[in-house]
């Protein structure tokens, strides 16, 4: 269960749908009478097509004020977010300059057309407010997830069950590997993972 407040301060009751935390997406479906509301759904873009350097607004309610809308750049895109209440990361984030803080979660990013292309969820701050590095879950990663999350409730994401980091200069000098050699080393495999399976 949940409430859903819109600008004007009427709120409704809605149910979950469906979550998926290793993505930080929800649906909720409104269960109360909103059409008084004229709700008007913001059109999504293909956040593939989104370049570093393009200006973005974010619109969402840092620290309770609701409504508020800042902008900023798409710094980069193609992060990947660490998710430390899950232990998964969140991949292809958008990384933006606009002032992200805590409350403008669930906003959308848009572009200058007013569509979306992206939903803000992370900012990284030592303080816990805006450091100029915010982040937010792609549209395409929406548009994928979402029609699935409405069907059975949940998305299911492939994986592999390793963990480890990039081959460091240092780490392919001692192993005899050529300089600058690209790859993985593997730290550990999950128990019962595909990756144990596979062997």
Not at 7 to 20: E, F, I, L, Q, R
Not at 146 to 163: A, F, M, Q, R
Request: glycine share 12%; charged share 15%; hydrophobic share 35%.
């Amino acid at each position: 269960k949940a409430d859903v407040t819109f600008t004007d301060g009427n709120t409704y009751s809605a149910n979950v749908v469906g979550k998926d935390p290793y993505s930080d997406l929800g649906v909720l479906q409104i269960t109360d009478d909103f059409s008084e509301e004229k709700v008007i759904p913001l059109p999504l873009a293909n956040s593939s097509a989104v370049r570093p350097g393009e200006q973005v607004i974010a619109i969402g309610n840092p620290f309770g004020l609701s409504g508020t809308i800042t902008t900023g750049i798409v710094s980069q895109k193609g992060r990947l977010l660490p998710n430390p209440d899950t232990g998964f990361s969140i991949p292809d984030a958008i990384q933006t300059d606009a002032a992200i803080n805590p409350g403008n979660s669930g906003g959308p990013l848009l572009n200058t057309k007013g569509e979306v292309i992206g939903m803000n969820t992370a900012i990284f701050s030592s303080t816990g407010s805006y450091s100029g590095v915010g982040f937010a879950i792609p549209s395409n990663t929406i548009t994928k997830e979402v029609p699935i999350i409405i069907k059975n409730g949940t998305y299911i994401h492939p994986w592999i069950g390793i963990s480890g980091g990039k081959i460091s200069p240092e780490l392919a000098r001692s192993v005899g590997l050529p300089a600058n050699y690209k790859g993985v080393i593997v730290s550990t495999i999950q128990p019962a993972s595909p990756a144990e399976k596979a062997g």
